[in-house]
């Protein structure tokens, strides 16, 4: 069964239009307090579930909306503020929460938001129930007696119980002093904890993309637009430059020449620095993951397989198959060791913790892995197009497969948080990949 509501990363759009409007999230809110909080009680005799948001301004309508659908059904809000998604999913679980909500986008502009859910175990919803919420939409929305209405209340040092963890996912025995690094927070969420988490453990922090105001999350920073990270590091000579996203669940990382290292690579050496403790039996990826990496990890003798695009399904491969690694080449990774979901700033210290261990640059650590030349072009369309009816783009997709063979391959698909058709093409060549990806595009802009 389809979902109506859910895309691969909770409910989101462009703020005013439907689903994202104050009416709907507070019928989800109410939706979601009454299937995520079935039987679960707290101290108080009502359930709790945490609230957190990124740097939009649209979070607090998204907020206030979200708290009265909960209250409603009888639940108890934790506010956190702005804060990253992994560290609402962290929170959630050392708290014994019935769930965490996050109040985001990600990498969108600021026009969008969106509401992501997270267990009481800090781990993405199931399909199964999030149909299971959106059932609950669709039926008229109640509010129990007065009595039994759920509170708000603001959880303190949120920032700084989060800053501690993260810090301690990173050796002991290590730390980052002497490491000049350029930390870029995309204006996001995580502004105002990624600068500490750096400098408490030693290193000397640049901060960029550290002055929300609302509207400028992603804007020509981050982890979508590196730009910004690779010319920072360069004018201030640092040794490494780290980017995230707006929620700060993905990772960027950039090197002293300004050489920019995606999820795949950063995944690559995440993984073979494991191997130098003990074996790593498989890594998961997805759809959009590069060849070359599958390769490299089958002659290391580490298993791989891919799953469909969203860190939630690469999760859920990696636990059907009981492998610790996995991740996104958008710089979504994962490490079920450190953290339940995708972090940036917990994988940023894993990637740390390989340099570190081996005295090796990150250029030289992924020296190695040689990705294939990838050419990914986006076009917008009608929300609910079904590029597989296109019969124009599926005879070119069916042509370039055949000239490809065995040397590369397409890939396209409908992204699941936007109106976008995503086509990519990978072959040896760069100028092969660039030349058939923009054929397929042509077709489809026709």
Request: glycine share 10%.
């Amino acid at each position: 069964m389809a979902r109506k509501y859910f895309g691969t990363d909770g409910v989101r759009g462009l703020v005013g239009e439907a689903p994202i409007t104050p009416d709907f999230v507070m019928r989800l809110g109410y939706a979601a307090g009454t299937v995520l909080a079935k039987g679960a009680k707290s101290s108080s005799g009502r359930p709790v579930v945490l609230i957190g948001k990124d740097t939009r301004i649209s979070g607090y309508m998204l907020e206030a909306a979200l708290e009265a659908g909960f209250s409603a059904a009888g639940v108890d809000s934790m506010l956190a503020g702005p804060m990253p998604t992994p560290a609402i999913a962290y929170l959630t679980r050392a708290l014994r929460l019935q769930a965490g909500v996050v109040i985001s986008a990600s990498h969108n502009p600021f026009q969008d938001n969106g509401i992501k859910f997270f267990s009481a175990h800090g781990t993405k919803l199931p399909d199964a129930v999030e149909l299971e919420i959106e059932e609950a939409i669709d039926q008229p929305m109640g509010c129990v007696p007065s009595e039994k209405l759920g509170r708000a209340t603001r959880l303190r040092d949120a920032q700084g119980r989060y800053i501690e963890f993260c810090k301690s996912t990173f050796p002991n025995e290590l730390d980052l002093r002497g490491l000049k690094i350029v930390v870029d927070s995309a204006h996001g969420a995580a502004y105002n904890i990624a600068p500490h988490v750096f400098h408490e453990l030693g290193a000397e922090v640049v901060s960029i993309g550290a002055s929300p105001d609302g509207f400028n999350i992603n804007a020509g920073v981050g982890a979508t637009a590196p730009k910004a990270l690779s010319e920072a590091v360069v004018a201030n000579k640092a040794d490494l430059g780290i980017a995230l996203d707006g929620d700060a669940d993905r990772l960027i990382m950039v090197d002293a020449s300004g050489r920019v290292y995606n999820g795949d690579e950063l995944l690559y050496l995440m993984v073979r620095d494991r191997m130098s403790t003990g074996p790593v039996a498989g890594a998961v990826g997805t759809l959009m993951t590069n060849m070359a990496l599958e390769v490299a990890f089958k002659q290391m003798g580490v298993g791989f397989a891919r799953a469909k695009v969203g860190d939630r399904y690469v999760l859920e491969v990696m636990q059907e198959r009981g492998w610790l690694f996995g991740g996104e080449s958008s710089g979504h990774l994962l490490a079920l060791d450190k953290h339940t979901t995708g972090d940036g700033i917990v994988s940023a210290l894993q990637v740390l913790s390989a340099l570190r261990r081996s005295n090796k640059s990150l250029a030289e650590c992924c020296s190695e892995l040689k990705l294939y030349p990838q050419t990914l072009i986006n076009k917008r369309v009608t929300p609910g197009f079904d590029w597989t009816k296109d019969g124009a783009l599926v005879a070119e997709k069916e042509a370039v497969e055949r000239e490809l063979g065995e040397s590369g391959r397409v890939l396209i698909r409908a992204s699941g948080t936007e109106p976008l058709i995503r086509v990519m093409v990978e072959a040896k060549e760069a100028d092969v990949a660039e030349n058939m990806a923009r054929r397929l595009a042509d077709k489809l802009a026709a």
